[in-house]
């Protein structure tokens, strides 16, 4: 064989196994980093999509409290939460109850007992929560309302904070939580100043938080926080 079929036939060969393993360990690796991209991906779309679900359960949670309604006829509310016909006040934790994991209910809505009072009527007298047992399983579409109701929020809890500035003697400043805790409330942190011009104290403000918490599947506990302060205007009767 002539030195110029032998370097034809060398430049024709296939790769040596020393050179198919080399190629499939470089292909391995970058395999591992396209798969270790993907996770982190697929963990940053689930954060996103649960932190907008959370939002979205505390704005909606926040909003009904908003809406609730508060008269005090004597402008003693403070001093006489008995007194049903002059003394209406809606945002009471009674109302406003905690949702643990598997509890938060959307489809049939918040559900109350009402009363009516001195001629007003439907004054929220407590919340009711909505269980598996207030659907209708026996239908098929009772069935769907559940699965497809605790799908999307199974993992969420919704806790439900109300401070009243006319439980404490000095001005409130600023009320927020601690923790969060997983699988209970958090604490409560209400800082006070003496009144002043600027920051007098008063009577008539509730600080309400709402805090929406989940886990994600690896166990690691995340929270939505958001508050208002809803001033009541006290009517005379």
Same mark, same amino acid.
């Given at each position: 064989?002539?030195?110029?079929?032998?370097?034809?036939?060398?430049?024709?060969?296939g790769?040596?196994?020393?050179?198919?393993?080399?190629?499939?360990?470089?292909?391995?690796?970058?395999?591992?980093?396209l798969?270790?991209?993907?996770?982190?991906?697929?963990?940053?779309?689930e954060?996103?999509r649960?932190?907008?679900?959370a939002?979205f359960?505390?704005?909606h949670?926040?909003?009904?409290i908003?809406?609730?309604?508060?008269?005090?006829g004597?402008?003693?509310?403070?001093?006489?939460?008995n007194?049903?016909?002059?003394?209406?006040d809606?945002?009471?934790p009674?109302?406003?109850?905690?949702?643990d994991y598997?509890?938060?209910?959307l489809?049939?809505?918040?559900?109350?007992?009402?009363?009516?009072?001195?001629?007003?009527?439907?004054?929220?007298?407590?919340?009711i929560?909505?269980?598996?047992?207030?659907?209708d399983?026996?239908?098929?579409?009772g069935?769907?309302?559940?699965?497809v109701n605790?799908?999307?929020?199974?993992?969420f809890?919704?806790?439900?904070?109300?401070?009243?500035s006319?439980?404490?003697?000095d001005?409130i400043?600023r #009320?927020?939580?601690?923790?969060?805790r997983? *699988?209970?409330?958090?604490? +409560?942190?209400?800082? !006070?100043e %003496?009144?002043?011009? /600027?920051?007098?104290?008063?009577?008539?403000?509730?600080? #309400?938080?709402?805090?929406?918490?989940?886990? *994600?599947s690896?166990?690691? +506990?995340?929270?939505? !926080?958001? %508050?208002?302060?809803? /001033?009541f205007?006290?009517?005379?009767?």
């Amino acid at each position: 064989m002539t030195r110029q079929r032998a370097r034809i036939l060398r430049s024709q060969a296939g790769m040596s196994l020393a050179e198919a393993v080399v190629a499939i360990g470089i292909f391995g690796i970058a395999l591992l980093g396209l798969n270790t991209l993907l996770i982190s991906t697929i963990r940053t779309s689930e954060l996103a999509r649960d932190t907008a679900t959370a939002r979205f359960l505390a704005v909606h949670r926040l909003e009904q409290i908003k809406n609730a309604r508060y008269r005090d006829g004597n402008r003693d509310g403070w001093l006489d939460p008995n007194d049903a016909c002059t003394d209406i006040d809606e945002v009471i934790p009674a109302n406003w109850f905690d949702e643990d994991y598997g509890e938060v209910d959307l489809l049939n809505g918040t559900r109350f007992n009402y009363r009516s009072c001195a001629a007003i009527p439907d004054i929220k007298q407590s919340g009711i929560k909505v269980t598996r047992a207030d659907y209708d399983l026996s239908t098929a579409q009772g069935r769907h309302d559940w699965e497809v109701n605790h799908a999307q929020y199974a993992k969420f809890r919704r806790e439900v904070y109300i401070v009243d500035s006319a439980d404490y003697t000095d001005a409130i400043v600023r #009320v927020t939580l601690d923790g969060p805790r997983a *699988d209970s409330r958090d604490n +409560v942190i209400v800082e !006070t100043e %003496s009144p002043s011009a /600027a920051n007098p104290a008063t009577n008539y403000v509730k600080y #309400v938080l709402v805090r929406v918490k989940w886990k *994600d599947s690896h166990g690691q +506990v995340h929270h939505v !926080t958001l %508050s208002t302060e809803k /001033a009541f205007y006290i009517p005379e009767f």
